[in-house]
């Protein structure tokens, strides 16, 4: 009986797809590589905004990136309204600091569902879990006006990050080597 209990009670609360095989299979060659060169390229594009970038602005992507890795596990529902922003460091231009815009995380029943809602840079995916304190976002950007795409189906806006807890209410995912612009994305997300 007890286990019944336990399952009932699972179902009922918010799901996060587990790793379960799938996502080697999705995962895209290029995007694997770029996974496995997230330290390099963070090391880099750091460096490079520090150096580079307005004290104000560095110390906007310090706040971003404060704080350790959090489990997802413990009293998280992601799901809902969040403000978002995006940091391009290093590549162009050593940094830049976007304001913020809305973000949303919503629950198909597979799992967590990112979406981008404002600004003229868009992103859609989904989260899978890597271990108990990172996940791999799996999206595809697009611009405003256009139809959000599938990842996997365009290469050039396939989309990987690593998304980290640092608090309660603050998310990170850091894009290695995007298609454009930039060494290093970090999307941060807030409530």
């Known amino acids: 009986m007890r286990s019944l209990v ?9 799901s996060l797809l587990r790793a379960d095989g799938e996502l080697p299979t999705l995962l895209t060659p290029a995007d694997k590589t770029r996974l496995e060169g997230l330290g390099a390229s963070r090391q880099d594009a750091l460096a490079a ?9 560095v110390a906007v992507l310090d ?13 998280l529902d992601p799901t809902g309204e969040w403000r978002c922003r995006v940091i391009k460091a290093g590549g162009t231009v050593p940094l830049v600091v976007y304001g ?17 809602l404002s600004g003229s840079q868009r992103t859609q995916g989904r989260f899978y879990t890597q271990d108990d304190t990172r996940l791999v976002y799996l999206g595809s950007g697009y611009m405003a006006g256009e139809a959000a795409g599938t990842y996997g189906k365009d290469a050039a806006r396939d989309q ?32």
């Open 160 to 191: 990987v990050a690593i998304a980290t807890r640092r608090s309660a209410k603050r998310l990170v995912l850091e894009f290695p080597q995007p298609a454009v612009e930039s060494l290093l994305d970090v999307m941060v997300l807030e409530r």
């Open 49 to 57: 905004a520090r150096a580079g970038g307005s004290p104000d602005d």
């Open 100 to 116: 913020w815009f809305r973000c949303r995380i919503s629950d198909d029943g597979a799992g967590w569902m990112l979406q981008k």
């Open 6 to 14: 336990l399952a009932v009670l699972l179902s009922c609360a918010p």
């Open 63 to 75: 706040a971003a990136l404060a704080g350790d890795a959090l489990p997802f596990d413990e009293h």
